[in-house]
């Protein structure tokens, strides 16, 4: 029974993108059939209308493998979150509206959320702990205030995106959560550097990698097993920007981006910065861990077709992200009685640092440099911004295009990969001119 009620509060979106008829029976019971028109058969009808709680009028406009609104959408309020879209409760994902995110320091209430598995139910700084240990000369158990007495506190701008950010536009889909735009912030954290808590463990010179573990406990419920468990090369753990942080734009961290304490590991897949975080371990291997190997996180190593089949084994995890930029100003379908517009953004690079950014108004037949600042520190996003002007009225796209520093662009279509991973197309925006 508790296998199924755990079930039963699943992402159900994502699950009847997986396995619909899985789908069926945990939401309803029974596998919905069709007849051969793609109609509901009759006992499949009334099952739905049981669930929505009313009949369905205009059922045979539905499509085959429908979820109807009133299922997969359930009213979530987080304190201290605002504007958020939600994707699910178990595990809770919501993602920020491209507008909501025009601030340079991305509010607390504005930052995205990606769980993986169930957030702990006690969050007390006071007494939580990290164990730092595996190939160290020198094990050790840290609290919070350990942290802050031993080591340097420092405070950074940093930008997280979740590795499957724009997973919805790609075609044909690919499953997990339909991130659009929003998986991405760029808050400012407070902690300690990893690379100066490793130190002073004394890393031993056989370390390949390193392995991360939080207190976060699997949908599923089996004790043991890990929703989600990550590392890095050891050589980017060592780099100096990286984070044990306690703190979130100047307080506490809030309890979905990982309160009391986590890993920001900036450039990577967010799924590298740990929450919740209690262990870190140095191993001699690449890391084996819950979503370490198969296809999670990883992307083939040669170009594919879309929809093409990759085996496991050409499969290479990902490491830096790539060259993306954001329009947060104006909300696309804006619509002006002037011809001038001002328009603004972000861009960020993975490792890199973004060189420019080009904004276009003739679906990229001519191309305009905007202006871009600098970063406020390594790893923050940069503001860039452009003003148009419209030689006459009509129906325009506006389309952002940022370079790296080594001369690499955003691509305008997407780069299909099996999981939805690393889609870096140029951002659009409508605008109807008077």
Known sequence: MSEHRDEKHADLLELYSDDPERADRIVLGRVLHTDRRGFLKAAGLAAMATAVGAVIPFHRNMPARFLPEA??????????????????????????????????????ARHFIRNNGIAPSEMDHRTWRLRIDGLVHRPMDLSIEDLRNRFEVVTRRLTIECGGNGRAFFDPPVSGNQWSLGAVGCSEWTGVRLVDVLKAAGVKNNVVYTAHVGADTHVSGAKGTLPLSRGVPIEKAMGPDHLIAFGMNGGPLHPMNGAPLRLVIPG??????????????????????????????????????????????????????????????????????????????HAWAGDDEVARVDVSIDFGASWQQAALGRPANRYAWQRWSAKLEFPQRGYYEVWARATEEKGISQPFAVAWNPRGYLNNSMHRISVRVS
């Open 71 to 108: 299922l997969a959408a359930s009213p979530v309020e987080i304190e201290g979150k605002d504007g958020l879209t939600y994707f699910g409760e178990r595990p809770l994902n919501a993602e920020t509206p491209a507008h909501l995110l025009d601030d340079e320091v991305t509010p607390m």
């Open 268 to 345: 990577w897949p967010g799924s590298c910065s740990q929450k919740w975080l209690t262990r870190i371990w140095l191993r001699d291997v690449v890391h084996d861990g819950a979503k370490m190997t198969g296809s999670s996180y990883r992307v083939p190593e040669y170009p594919v077709e879309p929809g093409e089949k990759v085996p496991d084994s050409a499969m290479s995890i990902i490491h830096g992200m790539p060259v993306k930029s954001l329009i947060t100003t104006p909300r696309t379908g804006l619509s002006i009685n002037g011809r001038s517009l001002t328009v603004a953004g």
